[in-house]
C-alpha cells in the first residue's frame, strides 16, 4: 500500500504543475470582457436556443456495453496472471465466461441496437 | 530595467509574430488564393501559420478574404468580436479593402470591411498572389514587432468596434441587422 | 538496485542526510527528468509532425522561427500563454476549468510508470499495467467535461461522440493487454521488458502479431488520431469539444495529444517490441572494456537510444498513416470498433492461451 503513495505524490505533483501553468496565463493574459464574445460559437450566427439539448439515446447504449465489457475484462486479468499454474481447466471456465458475454454482444449486433438511424 | 523590457517585449513579440494561427474565413475568390497560399508552391507553413484553427477563440488572425455582403456582416462582426486578444486582421483583396469592383453601384455589397471592424493591412489586388499575402504576414510581423508590453491594454482598446462603443445586445436583434445593412451605402 | 540509485544513496548517507528527505528528493528528481523529457519531447513532437507531414505534401514545414525551424513550438507556446481567456456565458465553470487540467495531468503521471532504461524506472510496481491504461481513461472523460460544459450544443454533440468513440476502442486496448500479460504472466512492466531480452525473435509482437495491430489501431482510435479524428475535424465543421476554450486551456489539449502519441507509442514499444532491449540480444556498451561504472551508464543511455529508436519509428508511422488516409466517421468507427476489434481481441486470448500452453507441454 506504501508504494502507491508514490504515485499519488506525483498525480498531485502533476497537477500542480498544470494548475500552476493555468494560473500564470490567467495571471499574465489582457482581459476584455465583451457581451458579445462570451456567446456561444456558432459561426457567426445567433444562437437561439438552449445549449443543453436532448441527444440521441443510442450513446446510452454504447456506455452501457463499454460498462459490461469492462467489468469483464476486470475479471479476466487474474485469470491472465495466474495462467500458468492453474493450467488448462481455468481456460475452458473463461472460455464459458466470455462466450456467455460473446452471447450478449452478438444479440446486441444482430438487433442493430448500435446503429444510429 | 529599461533592458529587461525590452528584452522582455522582444522575446514577446517575437513568439507572438512568428505564430500567427489564421481564422478560416474565406467567402470569396481570394479564399482560393489563400487556400493555394498554404498549398505546396507558396508556403504559408514556413512562418508558422500552418495550423488555420476553425473557432474564433483559437485564432489570432483574421484574412478577410473575399466579398463582404450585407448579409455576412454582422457574422464578420460577431466572430472578430469572439477571437481572443491579442488580435489582428488583414483585409484581403480589392473587395475587402474598399468594395473593389462591386463598387460601382452593387446593392448588396459593403465596401469596404473596415467600415464593421478595424483592419491592420489592406492588401490590394484582385486577387492578390500568394506571394502578395505572404508579403503581407511579413508586414505585420514587423508591425507586431514594433509593439510594446507596457502599452498593451491602451493598444488592445484602441480597436474598437461599434459594439464595444456602444456594449449592449441589440445587435442580436433584427433592428441592428437593418443599422449595418444601412452601413455600406 | 540501479546505478543512479545507488549514487544517490551512497551520497545522501556521506553527508548524513534525514530519512524523509533522502525519500522526497529522490522522488523529485525523478518528477524533474520526466518533466524536462516531457517538455523536450513534445516540443520535437511537435515540429517534427509539420515538418513531415510537409514532406510528404512537397512542401517545407516551418523554417523561419529557428534554424529549421526549431523554436516553432516555443514560439506557440508563448503566444499561447498570454492569449486572451475566454470565459463563455454558459458555462459550468467548475467543470469547464477542470477538462484541462484533467486531460494534462494523467497524461503527465502516465511518463512515470513506463521503465526507460533498467535504472530508471521511476515508479516500479507489480501493477503497472493496469494502472497505465486506468490512468489513461482519465483523459476521455476529459473531453466529455469539456465538451459538456462549454455552453454549445454542437460541442455537447462533439465531446459525446468523441467519447464514445474513444470508450469503444477501450475494449480491444484492455483485451490486447490481457493476451501480453497471458504470455508474461505478470503485469510488471520492468518484468514483461526482462522476459523479452534474448534476441528480436522473444519479442512479443512475434508470437501475438494479431494483437501488435489490434492494439496499434485502438490506440489511433484513443490518440483521436487520424484515421479516426473525428473529434478534432469537428472543429472545423461547426464547432468540436474544445472550440470554447482559447489560451492556455488549448494548449493543454494541443500538447497533451502529443504528449499522449509518444506514451502510447512507449508503451507499445515496451510490450510488443522490447522495450530497451537491443535486438541483438548483447549491448554495445557490453562490448568496451571500461571500468564497471562506466559500462553502467553507457548501458543505461544505450538502452534509452534504443527505446527512443523503437518508439520513433511507432511514430513515424503514425504520422505517416495520418499523411495518407481520410477520415472515417464516428458511426463507422464505433461499428468497426464493436464488429471487428473486439471479437478478434477475444479470439487473440484464446490463440495466446492456447500457444502457452503448448510452449509449456513442448
Redesign the interface.
Known sequence: MQ??G??F???M???I???C??I???L?????KNKV???????GNI?N?????K?NIQ?LN??I??LI??IE?IF??PF?????ILG?FS?IE??IF?GLL?LG?IY??RKKL???N | MHIILSTIDN??N???S??LWPL?FATSCCGIEMMSAT??NF?I????S?VF???P??A?LLIIAGTITHKMAPILLRLYE?M???KYVIAMGACSCSGGMFKNDSYSVVYGADKIIPVDIYLPMCPPKPEALIDAIKKLQHKIKQESLINRDAYIRSHKTNLQQKDDLDILTLKEDIQIFKMGL | MSIFYLIYIEFMIRINAPHWLIFALW?LIS?IFI?ILLVITVIILVLFE?KYL?FY?????????GTY?C??T???A?????????????IDKMIY?TA??LV???I??VW?LIPFTSGII??D?SCSL??FMAILSIPILATLFAGFS?????S??GG?RAC?QA??S??PL??CL??I??LS???NLDSIVKMQNDSIFQWYIFPNILGFIIFFISALIVMNRTPFDLPEAE??????Y?????????A?FFLGEYALTFILSAFIATLFLGGYNSPMGFYISDLLNLPIIFQEFLKNIEQFIWLMLKTGILILIIMWIRASYPRLTT?KT??FS??IL??LA?FN??IM??Y??LR?IL
Open positions: 508504494e502507491f508514490v504515485i505524490i506525483f498525480i505533483l502533476s497537477f504543475l498544470a494548475f501553468m493555468l500564470f496565463s490567467i499574465c493574459a489582457p482581459k476584455t464574445k462570451e456567446l456561444p460559437y456558432e459561426c444562437v436556443t438552449d445549449s443543453r439539448i441527444y450513446f454504447y456506455a456495453l463499454f465489457f469492462d475484462i479476466l486479468f491472465a496472471i495466474s495462467y500458468e488448462i481456460l473463461i472460455t466470455i460473446l454482444l446486441v449486433i448500435l446503429r444510429f | 522575446i514577446y517575437w513568439a507572438r512568428n505564430s478560416t498549398a505546396s508556403d507553413a514556413r512562418f508558422g500552418e484553427r476553425a473557432s477563440r483559437q489570432d469572439q481572443a486578444e491579442p | 522522488h518528477f518533466a509539420r510537409a505534401t512537397r512542401r517545407k514545414g516551418p523554417n523561419r522561427v525551424g523554436l516553432q516555443i514560439a506557440d508563448i503566444k499561447l500563454l498570454f492569449k486572451e481567456n475566454i470565459e463563455p456565458k454558459n476549468y484541462p487540467l494534462f495531468s494523467p503527465m503521471t512515470f521511476p515508479f510496481s493496469l494502472l462549454s455552453g454549445n450544443k454542437y455537447l454533440i459525446l464514445t470508450i469503444s477501450e475494449i484492455f483485451l490481457i493476451s500479460s497471458i504472466g505478470s503485469m472543429s472545423e465543421l461547426t464547432a468540436g474544445h472550440s470554447e476554450y482559447s489560451g492556455m486551456k488549448f493543454m458511426e464505433l461499428i464493436w464488429y473486439t471479437p477475444i486470448i484464446f492461451a492456447i502457452k500452453l509449456s
